[in-house]
């Protein structure tokens, strides 16, 4: 179902009578293509204190924008807060920023470099949480279609110093068309990164060359884009999904030069099957599938229940711990998982579902760190927001229009957001990526 409500406010006289109402006025978001893979502009790189990292300005570069410290109309704005540790350094972002929010061209990005808050400095601690605050609202105001996220690099435990060498994966992901519904986010980067293991990139247009990855309910909707991006960036794609989707997976497999897998994920024998069809490993494995069973508890039968904890967190549980124990997935191995802000927020009708996908957080914050420790694999989660997609489709009219509305972007996402943020926790330098849930939401309203 198209936003029409987006198309309107993209006429001039939509645009008239929406602004005379005070309606929303969502700005149409870029999104990569081949021919516009950067933003249009140069990169504005400021300090606010003295930075306690190295290697911000080498990492900037990797963006692929001209990183200056002087510009008009920057496309996109870094930050670097590291060295704010007390209450009056957070005047330094005020006077960063506040010279230069409003030269940022129209879809553009704002991104706040910070530390972990320490656990022995309450000063820092609370100059550092300050910048969530920050990030959060700017990100509320900004508007046209611009976005704001705070990446926190880790305190180094090497001699040397802190490195934002690490954050080279997530600063060219947040600096590019890719993450255009993601913003007010906070990720952190983790220091106990695993050893990646694998040949250093060969080829920056294709970074997940010689990478086998599997996605689990690819036949439509987010699952199918999943594949598609992966796909992209040169990975050899297996599509699995339900045997009763087998033409809708065959067509978008063909489509995709991707092998289809049908397979229903709760099948007890899943992960021998999955394993059987990845005989060299799997670099990559997204868990997409996903249902709903809607119904308050009070009308919600045992098996509505069930089924939903069974397919969206059980199978996921179940398969990731077997294909790990019988080493399918190789050091440099990447798990993704598909949360949902539902899962942050809950959500009426939803008991079964939110609990759920709160569950896949609970399973990537855990395991994270482990499997990095154990088997040199990450472990991450996208928590999409409202995606067009059949699913949102059936949601009614009213309710629909709401769940497009109430985020900082007015509008909802596509699939192709969400697989772009699970493109980036896929690439082979997102080692120091791990544990995070990354909501691809617009910034959503819901459990903010
Ligand atoms: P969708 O219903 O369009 O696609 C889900 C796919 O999973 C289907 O092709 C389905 O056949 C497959 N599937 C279901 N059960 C399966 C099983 N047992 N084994 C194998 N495949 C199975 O849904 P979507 O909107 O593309 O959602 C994809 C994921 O994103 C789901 O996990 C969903 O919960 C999550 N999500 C979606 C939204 C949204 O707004 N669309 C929001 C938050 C989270």
Redesign the pocket.
């Known amino acids: 179902m198209a936003d029409r409500y987006l198309h309107l406010t993209g006429t001039a006289p939509g645009r008239f009578l929406t602004r005379r109402l005070g309606l929303p006025q969502p700005a149409p978001l870029r999104r990569w293509t081949l021919e516009t893979p950067h933003l249009d502009g140069p990169l504005l790189h400021l300090t606010a204190g003295t930075p306690t990292v190295t290697g911000v300005a080498e990492a900037l570069r990797t963006s692929g924008l001209t990183v200056t410290e002087r510009a008009d109309r920057p496309a996109a704005i870094v930050l670097d807060a590291t060295g704010v540790a007390t209450a009056a350094g957070l005047g330094d972002v005020h006077a960063a920023l506040h010279p230069v929010v409003r030269s940022l061209a129209p879809g553009g990005r704002i991104v706040v470099l910070g530390t972990v808050p320490s656990p022995d400095d309450h000063h820092q601690a609370a100059a550092q949480q300050a910048l969530e605050g920050f990030v959060r609202s700017l990100g509320k105001e900004i508007g046209r279609g611009s976005t704001v996220q705070l990446v926190r690099i880790p305190v180094a435990r090497i001699p040397g110093g802190a490195s934002a060498h690490a954050a080279g994966s997530t600063l060219r992901f947040l600096l590019s068309p890719r993450s255009a519904y993601v913003s007010g986010q906070v990720i952190e980067l983790t220091s106990d990164a695993p050893d990646p293991g694998s040949d250093p990139v060969a080829d920056p247009a294709a970074p997940l060359t010689g990478r086998t990855a599997l996605v689990?309910?690819?036949?439509?909707?987010?699952?199918?884009a999943v594949a598609s991006v992966l796909a992209r960036d040169g990975a050899r794609v297996i599509a699995?999904?339900?045997p009763?989707?087998r033409e809708?997976?065959e067509r978008t497999a063909d489509r995709l030069g991707a092998t289809a897998l049908p397979?229903?994920?709760?099948a007890p024998d899943a992960a021998d099957r999955i394993a059987a069809a990845a005989p060299d490993g799997l670099g990559v494995l997204v868990h997409?599938?996903?249902?709903?069973r809607d119904r308050r508890l009070a009308n919600m039968p045992a098996d509505r229940w069930a089924s939903v904890i069974e397919?969206?967190l059980d199978?996921v549980l179940r398969t990731t711990d077997e294909l790990l124990k019988a080493g399918t997935i190789p050091r440099g191995g990447r798990i993704v998982a598909?949360?949902?802000?539902?899962g942050i927020a809950g959500n009426t009708g939803q008991t079964n579902?939110a609990a759920s996908?709160a569950g896949i957080i609970g399973l990537v914050r855990s395991l994270g760190p482990r499997a990095a420790a154990d088997h040199g694999v990450t472990v991450n989660a996208v928590?999409?927001?409202?995606?067009?997609?059949?699913?949102?489709a059936a949601v009614p009219l009213f309710i629909r229009e709401a769940g497009r509305r109430m985020n900082s972007l007015s509008q909802?996402?596509l699939?192709v957001d969400?697989a772009e943020a699970v493109a980036w926790f896929a690439q082979p330098d997102s080692t120091a990526v791990n544990g995070q849930v990354l909501r691809v939401c617009g910034q959503s309203l819901l459990g903010a």
């Not at 928590?383 to 949102?392: C, D, H, L, N």
């Open positions: 689990t309910g690819a036949a439509r909707g987010i699952g199918a699995l999904d339900v009763g989707a809708e997976l397979l229903d994920i709760t997409n599938a996903g249902i709903t397919v969206n199978s598909t949360a949902s802000i539902a579902y996908k928590a999409p927001g409202f995606i067009e997609t059949k699913m949102t909802g996402g699939p969400v």
